[in-house]
Structures are given as C-alpha cells and as structure tokens.
T-cell receptor, first 114, second 113 residues
Framework: EAGVAQSPRYKIIEKRQSVAFWCNPI?????LYWYQQILGQGPKLLIQ????????DSQLPKDRFSAERLKGVDSTLKIQPAKLEDSAVYLC????????????FGPGTRLTVL | GENVEQHPSTLSVQEGDSAVIKCTYS??????FPWYKQELGKRPQLIID?????GEKKDQRIAVTLNKTAKHFSLHITETQPEDSAVYFC????????????FGRGTSLIVHP
C-alpha cells in the first residue's frame, strides 16, 4: 500500500513569511497527526484529527499555526508568520483509528527559517 | 500532561554487544508504548510496541519490557549490528483519541563494526 505522502520535502523561507505543508495519509486512515521535530529532539504533536474533526490541538501555537482537514482525507498545516524557532522537520502521520495505535509517518518537510 | 524521559542520549557499543535504552513516563493512564527507529534524514518507523496488559514482548533481536508500577519501559537489542545504528525514540500514549502521544528525546545508538 502507498505510504503517507508529504510535500514539499524542503522549504526555505525568511522570517515573517508564510508557508504551507500538505499531507495525504494512507487511504482509509481516519486519524491524522502533525508533529514538529526540532533537531536533536523527539517529535512533538501539534494537532490530531479524527476524520475532519480536531481531536487535540492543545500544543498548536494558534497565534501563528493553523491546520485543516476539510474532507477528512488530506490535510494542510500553515505557519503565518514564521519565526526562526519554527525551523524543524514537520512530520505527518496517520493511523487507521485513534484506538488502533500504530502510526505511519510520512517523509517530513524540512523547514528552514532564515 | 504526560512526560517521557529517555536515557541515555547517546549509546556506543561494539558489534555483537547488547544495547539497552530506558524510558520513564509520568501518566499512569498511559497504556501504549511504541518504540521508533529513525535513520538519518528518514522518517520514524515503528520497530516494536507494548501494551499495558503485557510485561514483555520480543521480536527476534529486539525486546521491550514494561514495569507499570515503576512507570518505566526499556528497549533491549541483542547481537547488535552496524545497521542498528540510528536514533531510537520511545513514546507513551493513553487510550482514546484525545490522548497525546508523547515522545522521548531520543537515543543515538552507534554500533561499531
């Protein structure tokens, strides 16, 4: 089966610019996660969707980050405006259901904010 | 919220030796504990997981143990090989969709030939 797809793979922007990332989960997976992975650290969950609804976004910096999954399939994560500390790899993951816990990760988008 | 501590941050072993990575967690409601392997520049991949109703699980050279009373779990790799070199992350998650999966900071395992 096809894995989790993400684009772009790399993005370089200047601070205060905007950026958007796209994720297409494994077909049929109801749960979608966005993680931020700063160099040398473990992934940190930003937001979790169940179908097109938000399950948890308590760690999402809502003043600058937003995410949507309008049709319950693919998802976009946006940062506006970006800060230097947003430089990280943004990983998307999906699982069949929230209760079936194995998550499959996408290749990630490496964001560099200059 | 959940807090996961992982040790050591770096582990260097000789090929054929065993490697042990330990994690502790704070939320007694956590009931699912996966381990991920992440090679340089690649995505994390699940290598083994354990649920709270089990004390130990083994898959070939990899085993995980869980002590719910002490709230710690460990990854054991036997007969290490150079291709085991990677960063390993532990994680803890509760039941239900609203529990946030919390990851440790990672252990960089280096296996010297």
């Amino acid at each position: 089966e096809a894995g989790v797809a993400q684009s772009p793979r790399y993005k370089i922007i200047e601070k205060r610019q905007s950026v958007a990332f796209w994720c297409n989960p494994i077909s049929g997976h109801a749960t979608l996660y966005w993680y931020q992975q700063i160099l040398g650290q473990g992934p940190k969950l930003l937001i979790q969707f169940q179908n097109n609804g938000v399950v948890d976004d308590s760690q999402l910096p809502k003043d600058r980050f937003s995410a949507e999954r309008l049709k319950g399939v693919d998802s976009t994560l946006k940062i506006q405006p970006a800060k230097l500390e947003d430089s990280a790899v943004y990983l998307c993951a999906s699982s069949l259901l929230a209760g079936v816990n194995e998550q499959f990760f996408g290749p990630g988008t490496r964001l560099t904010v200059l | 919220g959940e807090n996961v501590e992982q040790h050591p941050s770096t582990l260097s072993v000789q090929e054929g030796d065993s490697a042990v990575i330990k994690c502790t967690y704070s939320d007694s409601a956590s009931n699912y504990f996966p381990w991920y392997k992440q090679e340089l520049g690649k995505r994390p991949q699940l290598i083994i997981d354990i649920r709270s109703n089990v004390g130990e699980k083994k898959d070939q050279r990899i085993a995980v143990t869980l002590n719910k009373t002490a709230k710690h779990f460990s990854l054991h790799i036997t007969e290490t090989q150079p291709e085991d070199s990677a960063v390993y992350f532990c994680a803890a998650k509760g039941s239900g969709g609203s529990y946030i999966p919390t990851f440790g900071r990672g252990t960089s395992l280096i296996v010297h030939p």
